[in-house]
């Protein structure tokens, strides 16, 4: 077998084994928390091998290796840190994301501000998620193109059809377990090339000179070192640039979402941390041998070095392992797990928006859930293809990555992070910021693209240094005055909106009438014994399901719901109804579709020492609305609990 041979072999296996993971959680899937959410039940090794495999892209890994090569540690502000930090700030915000009954983000800024702000968060990220993916493939690409001499084509044929079949499959479940294998393949691949580049250095194998593993980093600069050496000036851009849209980009809190408790998820953001330390601090190893493998790219200097130096681990591989096509096919899967634990994040991550924010929300809001499982599974492959398509007109990973994040941060950080902390906030103020924020940010971007000659610094930078990262502090900038300045010109949001974010908004409409129920009545006692109650960390999951006797009027049910007892309300449309009693809304019951249109479910989430009163809660929300059924004609059965 030739070397492509040995390649396709083994990526076989490979992908069997991803897609094999796909079709066994397709079993398991009953809702659409199932499928986002991988049913709130994911442990902190879950979280941090997602999270870290989410962050770290193929083509991030080779353009890292690169800044390394030209620029030393001072490149760590561009890429490696606001991972890092970004990752570690997500863990101090986990006790406020994880007790909002949200599934995507735009969900939860419409619980904040109001309906008409959810179209337009959700098409940023859409369109942001793609840009994202945009790098994975990109990067696979210069991997097959080095090693196999193939065309872009293969690799938007490969991440399309396969991150497709084993997302759309089994939901954020086989995302999380895949990322688990395709992590540990990405960690041993980078340990092991860093093994062999100080290998070849020490043995003279590829015709550079011969030195110890001592003598090759007592002889590097002492300015390489210097994390500083970009200067403190750059160092602030870059990070008021960066982490604003890393802290806020959906794909990480989806996974504080998913996680059982907050314990969990913090655990694994902190797991996820060092876990992109342990890579990125073999990629710096790689870069320091590769300078004195290939000196003659360091000598071009940056940005006119980086077409070789991005690409220079690649290089090394097929002239050192020349004579072993087994171990560039290794090298190839490796940075092919990197790209693909990418690609499916933001697949699923995108095409929530699509199916939950955009097709439920607006235009079928009464989808069933069979239903909508089959949307999400359409909309993962629209994110995909999109990917794919934007490969063609999108050429730098790092490029893409960072415009993307840019969109981020001068679009929605200021009304994300202004809405959970600042209760003055409004929806004018956000519209507001999110518009010029924006739209600013997208032209500035459209301008340096297209005023910036092939291998020169970008325009937008040579006009003054604050305008690096196509321009986004001032994107920014425009985007906080408007945020601050319309929210406080406009009438405060109502305190339905507020009850989610702030526990004594919360406590002004909560209303209790557990203690009115009698356990021992005949009726709760059938009830109790219906609900399905399964306990993951500090939470229970409690739902009852029911069979109405007919086809419901969903949006009728709703409406005569909210005019009857005025506790329910549907901040995110009416999709989903809350019962808005107590300060914790997760711990609100909720209630929802079914499978389908004879199918209700009722929820909560209480915390574990809650869970008798909740259930009583359970019951009440039962009774109401069995009472407005009742003057319809219809009749509740309960569903079997198995």
């Given at each position: 077998m030739n070397g492509y041979e040995i390649f396709l072999a083994l990526l076989t296996v490979y992908l069997a084994g991803l897609v094999g993971i796909g079709w066994y959680f397709n079993k398991k899937q009953k809702s659409v928390t199932d499928f986002w959410l991988a049913g709130r039940q994911v442990g902190p090794s879950g979280i941090g091998f997602s999270a870290a495999a989410s962050w770290i892209t193929a083509g991030g890994i080779l353009a890292v290796?690169?800044?390394?090569?030209?620029?030393?540690?001072?490149?760590?502000?561009?890429?490696v840190a606001p991972n890092i930090i970004a990752l570690l700030l997500i863990a101090m915000l986990v006790k406020k994301i994880k007790n909002l009954p949200a599934i995507t983000q735009p969900e939860l800024l419409e619980q904040r501000y109001g309906s008409s702000i959810r179209l337009p968060v959700a098409l940023i990220i859409t369109v942001v998620m793609v840009l994202f993916a945009v790098a994975d493939v990109q990067g696979l690409a210069l991997v097959l193109q080095i090693f196999y001499g193939l065309?872009?084509?293969?690799?938007?044929?490969?991440?399309?059809i396969v991150v497709s079949v084993y997302v759309t499959l089994g939901g954020l479940s086989a995302v999380i377990w895949t990322d688990i294998i395709q992590f540990s393949i990405l960690a041993l691949f980078t340990i092991a090339m860093a093994f062999a580049t100080l290998g070849a250095v020490s043995?003279?194998?590829?015709?550079?000179?011969?030195?110890?593993?001592?003598?090759?980093?007592?002889?590097?600069?002492?300015?390489?070192?210097?994390?500083?050496?970009?200067?403190?000036?750059?160092?602030?851009?870059?990070?008021?640039?960066?982490?604003?849209?890393?802290?806020?980009?959906?794909?990480?809190?989806?996974?504080?979402?998913?996680?059982?408790?907050?314990?969990?998820?913090?655990?694994?953001?902190?797991?996820?941390?060092?876990?992109i330390l342990v890579v990125f601090g073999a990629c710096a190893v790689i870069a320091i041998a590769l300078n004195a493998i290939y000196p003659e790219i360091a000598a071009l200097g940056f940005p006119a070095g980086m077409a070789l130096a991005e690409p220079a681990l690649l290089t090394f591989i097929t002239e050192r392992f020349a004579t072993s096509p087994f171990l560039i096919s290794l090298s190839a899967i490796g940075l092919a797990a990197a790209a693909m634990s990418n690609a499916d994040t933001f697949a699923t991550s995108g095409g929530s928006n699509i199916s939950r924010d955009i097709y439920q929300r607006y235009i079928k809001p009464d989808a069933?859930?069979?239903?909508?499982?089959?949307?999400?599974?359409?909309?993962?492959?629209i994110i995909v293809l999109g990917a794919c398509v934007g490969t063609f007109y999108i050429k730098g990973i790092i490029d893409a990555i960072h415009i993307a994040t840019f969109i981020i941060s001068a679009s929605y950080f200021f009304p994300l992070m202004g809405g959970l902390y600042w209760k003055r906030a409004t929806r004018e103020g956000a519209l507001a910021a999110m518009a010029l924020g924006g739209i600013t940010q997208i032209a500035l971007v459209g301008l340096d693209l297209a005023r910036t000659a092939p291998m020169a610094p970008p325009y937008l930078e040579t006009i003054h240094p604050a305008l690096m990262g196509h321009g986004v502090i001032l994107g920014m900038g425009l985007s906080a005055i408007a945020f601050f300045g319309v929210s406080l010109m406009t009438s405060?949001?109502?305190?339905?909106?507020?009850?989610?974010?702030?526990?004594?908004?919360?406590?002004?409409?909560?209303?209790?009438?557990?203690?009115?129920?009698?356990?021992k009545d005949p009726r709760y006692s059938v009830f109790a014994g219906n609900v399905r109650e399964k306990v993951t960390g500090e939470r229970a999951h409690l739902q009852l399901d029911l069979r109405a006797s007919k086809n419901l009027n969903w949006n009728d049910i709703i409406e005569k719901m909210k005019h009857k007892y005025p506790a329910w309300v549907t901040p995110t449309g009416p999709d989903s109804m809350y019962r808005l009693t107590q300060g914790d809304m997760l711990a609100c019951v909720s209630i929802c579709r079914g499978s389908n249109d004879r199918d209700i479910w009722i929820k909560a989430e209480p915390r574990v020492e809650a869970v008798s009163n909740q259930k009583k809660e359970l019951f009440t929300a039962y009774e109401e609305l069995t009472g407005i059924l009742k003057q319809k004609g219809i009749a509740l059965d309960f569903q079997s609990s198995a």
């Open positions: 290796i690169g800044f390394y090569m030209l620029q030393g540690m001072g490149s760590i502000w561009g890429f065309d872009k084509i293969y690799a938007v044929a490969l991440i399309a043995d003279g194998g590829m015709g550079n000179v011969v030195l110890s593993s001592s003598e090759l980093f007592g002889n590097v600069a002492a300015d390489w070192w210097n994390p500083f050496s970009i200067g403190l000036p750059m160092i602030l851009i870059f990070i008021l640039a960066i982490i604003p849209g890393w802290i806020t980009e959906q794909d990480p809190w989806q996974k504080v979402w998913a996680a059982r408790d907050e314990k969990t998820a913090r655990n694994g953001m902190l797991l996820g941390a060092v876990m069933t859930m069979k239903e909508m499982l089959t949307v999400n599974r359409i909309s993962v492959l405060p949001s109502s305190m339905v909106n507020l009850a989610p974010f702030f526990e004594d908004e919360a406590k002004a409409l909560s209303k209790s009438e557990s203690g009115k129920i009698n356990e």
